[in-house]
């Protein structure tokens, strides 16, 4: 995934935004965190330095989203790419 920030970025699309504000929302909701430093807003967001922590841990656990096959991620991953 991405290990920079959206700043500087040209347009990009429309599914990466909404990918980005989701993740932004699970940031602020403390489930994910970002282990560059707190994002403001989703230019600061950096896909490929983001953590499940707290909370999100246990709930990864208790869904079982570890079992996920990783092919079934690939979509969403290359949105963040």
Do not use: W
Not at 25 to 47: A, I
Not at 63 to 74: F, H, S, V, Y
Request: net charge neutral; proline share 4%; hydrophobic share 50%.
């Amino acid at each position: 995934m991405r290990v920079a920030d959206y700043h500087g970025q040209g347009r990009v699309s429309f599914a990466t935004v909404a990918v980005l504000h989701e993740t932004l929302n699970l940031v602020r909701t403390s489930l994910v965190v970002q282990t560059t430093g707190e994002p403001v807003v989703l230019r600061d967001l950096t896909p490929g330095r983001l953590a499940v922590a707290g909370m999100g841990a246990l709930l990864v656990k208790l869904m079982g989203l570890g079992q996920i096959d990783p092919a079934e991620c690939d979509t969403l991953a290359a949105l963040l790419r």
